[in-house]
Nanobody, 128 residues
Framework: QVQLVESGGGLVQAGGSLRLSCAAS????????MGWFRQAPGKEREFVAV????????SYADFVKGRFTISSANDKNTLTLQMNRLEPEDTAVYYC?????????????????????WGQGTQVTVAS
């Protein structure tokens, strides 16, 4: 059974940085794309960023552009999210997700129901 395990969350002051990681454990599987979503208390889960392995194409939500960077650490089953200039509004549980096949439009990569596998999440708290 494949699992995604996030790490790197924690408490940070506004303006600070955190680096999240997501590793796949168990039986290896091929992925087409991996992404990060987040969910704040009382809010719906929202798209943060995605990387598609072909061409290493990346996409970001507007509210993180220029502050967050999604990348692969070593291979396609390891994902990172470098978060800089954090704001209190970034406080949320951050989830890693994986999708096995491609999609016809970037629109679908921002939908949580497009992903086949999810991690348990890691808490990020940004203090003002």
């Amino acid at each position: 059974q494949v699992q995604l395990v996030e790490s790197g969350g924690g408490l940070v002051q506004a303006g600070g940085s955190l680096r999240l990681s997501c590793a796949a454990s168990g039986r290896t599987f091929s992925t087409y794309a991996m992404g990060w979503f987040r969910q704040a208390p009382g809010k719906e889960r929202e798209f943060v960023a995605v990387i598609r392995w072909i061409g290493s194409d990346t996409s970001y939500a507007d509210f993180v552009k220029g502050r967050f960077t999604i990348s692969s650490a070593n291979d396609k089953n390891t994902l990172t999210l470098q978060m800089n200039r954090l704001e209190p509004e970034d406080t949320a549980v951050y989830y890693c997700a994986a999708r096995r096949t491609g999609l016809s439009s970037n629109y679908y990569y921002a939908r949580s129901d497009s992903y086949d596998l999810w991690g348990q999440g890691t808490q990020v708290t940004v203090a003002s």
